[in-house]
């Protein structure tokens, strides 16, 4: 095979995935799959939580507190992936030009932001009982705090603007500047403080794990939190879409009676 | 790019209030700063590095939607922009116009009012040193800011709440060098991170305001 045949073979294997950015397509898809999924989240959330809240044993040095884990860690994963995602979506809207990816960006930042703010509340429900302190200037909480003010930013750029392909621009170029910001600030913070934090809860480093009794339903737990992120993506990805619509019939209105 | 860069700092200087404005407000926050935790000086020698740091930060955030917002408004920003430099350049060099008339005067003012704030004795020159590496990144950062809103209507407050977070690394080494250096400590590391952000800055931050500006002038 020559090489220009093969390009061409390699664009038309990647083009079944861009399909899925045309709007009308991603209404049908997403309202196919939204019921499902919506129903697979409720139910993966529900075990993890009744698992993790009544059929795991008490820590010993933490009492039932420790159960607050299970809240969390996955909000903790979902508030950072949040973030990739958003990222990932903006880089797809600046090069290709796909207003889904644009919009799923857009609808991801408020859930992202409550997810951050689920972490920071629950880490100091957990932190007053177990280190004596609402708020600790630690590296962790110190970096998710920060987290919260980069999409606090973010959400006012595009409330701010009021053309949505500028918004979506600007917002793409923030994001992408932010995170290179966002992970400087992680390390300026840890070489500023030593933390009261404890480690990883989960790493591939099987030293470093909590133990099996928690792990599994903690695993299950950021699969729920995970689904339920997806869900209300989509949900809130819809929105804008027909948001989006609803303007545009408006503007031919309008249009029509001038 | 020359002429661009005198022009910058001529209207700077001399449409009212531009220049002097920054080094005004830094003197009031260094002023401030003893009426709201007493005037005890082991305190103020302690927390000296931090708020000369935090005073110079908030006087350079005072003066940064001047950067563009006015060319912007009488359309010389798009006179720039269709002129035969690259759009990184002239980000560039209106950062830099920003340094030399709002930047170089606090980091020269700094040591002064460090005696304000009963700064310990080798602080004064690490004071100088820290904010001189670490005022060029501010600027830069702040152009990259005023770019993403310069569109806006009142974007003032929102350009505080984009910039901030982005100041945060630089403040963590920039007062930590200054710190460990007052303390007796190695402060190589901060140092180091903190030119380090600068060059970065310096060298891609360019990019990301001149496609901001691209997009806001579209």
């Not at chain 1, 709007?23 to 529900?46: D, E, H, I, Q, R």
């Not at chain 2, 200087?13 to 407000?25: N, Q």
């Not at chain 2, 798009?78 to 990184?88: F, Q």
Request: aromatic share 10%; proline share 5%.
């Amino acid at each position: 095979m020559s090489a220009p045949n093969r390009t061409r073979q390699a664009r038309d294997n990647i083009n079944w995935l861009w399909e899925w950015a045309n709007p009308v397509k991603f209404m049908w898809f997403s309202g196919l799959v939204l019921p499902w999924l919506a129903g697979l989240t409720a139910l993966v959330m529900a075990t993890s939580l009744i698992w993790g809240f009544f059929f795991t044993p008490e820590a010993v040095n933490f009492g039932t507190s420790v159960k607050i884990l299970y809240v969390h860690v996955p909000s903790a994963t979902v508030a950072i992936s949040a973030w990739f995602m958003m990222v990932v979506a903006s880089v797809i809207w600046l090069i290709r030009r796909h207003h889904v990816s644009a919009l799923a960006a857009k609808a991801a930042a408020p859930v992202g932001t409550v997810m951050t703010l689920i972490a920071l509340a629950t880490g100091a429900l957990w932190g007053q009982p177990m280190w004596g302190t609402w708020w600790a200037w630690d590296p962790r909480l110190t970096s998710f705090l920060i987290l919260f003010l980069f999409y606090l930013g973010y959400m006012a750029l595009w409330a701010a603007i009021e053309d949505p392909d500028t918004a979506a621009d600007l917002t793409s170029v923030l994001a992408i500047v932010g995170s290179v910001f966002a992970v400087l600030s992680r390390y300026a913070v840890n070489f500023w403080n030593q933390g009261l934090h404890q480690g990883a809860s989960l790493s591939l480093d099987k030293e470093e794990n909590v133990a099996d009794t928690y792990w599994i339903p903690l695993v299950i737990g950021i699969a729920g939190f995970m689904l339920f992120f997806i869900t209300l993506v989509f949900i809130r990805t819809r929105t804008e879409i027909r948001l989006r619509r609803v303007h545009a019939l408006e503007l031919r209105e309008r249009m029509a009676d001038a | 790019m020359i002429a661009l860069l005198a022009r910058d700092i001529r209207l700077a200087l001399r449409a009212g209030g531009g220049f002097g404005l920054g080094l005004a407000f830094f003197l009031i926050v260094v002023t401030l700063v003893p009426f709201g935790v007493g005037p005890e000086s082991d305190i103020l020698t302690r927390i000296a590095p931090g708020i000369l740091w935090i005073g110079a930060l908030l006087a350079c955030l005072l003066s940064l939607d001047r950067i563009f917002q006015l060319d912007f408004e009488d359309g010389s920003l798009d006179l720039l922009a269709t002129a035969p430099i690259p759009m990184e350049g002239i980000v560039a060099v209106k950062a830099l116009a920003h340094w030399i008339t709002t930047g170089l005067p606090l980091v020269i003012a700094a040591p002064l009012l460090g005696v304000l704030m009963n700064l310990a004795q080798p602080g004064h020159g690490w004071i100088f040193v820290t904010l001189l590496i670490g005022t060029p990144a501010l600027s830069m950062i702040g152009a990259f800011g005023a770019a993403l809103t310069v569109g806006l209507k009142r974007g003032g407050l929102l350009l505080s709440l984009l910039v901030l977070p982005l100041y945060m690394p630089t403040l963590i080494f920039g007062a930590e060098a200054a710190t460990r250096a007052i303390d007796g400590f190695d402060n190589t590391t901060p140092l180091m991170m903190l030119a380090g952000i600068t060059l970065a800055s310096v060298a891609l931050l360019p990019f990301a305001a001149a496609a901001a500006l691209r997009i806001n002038l579209r």
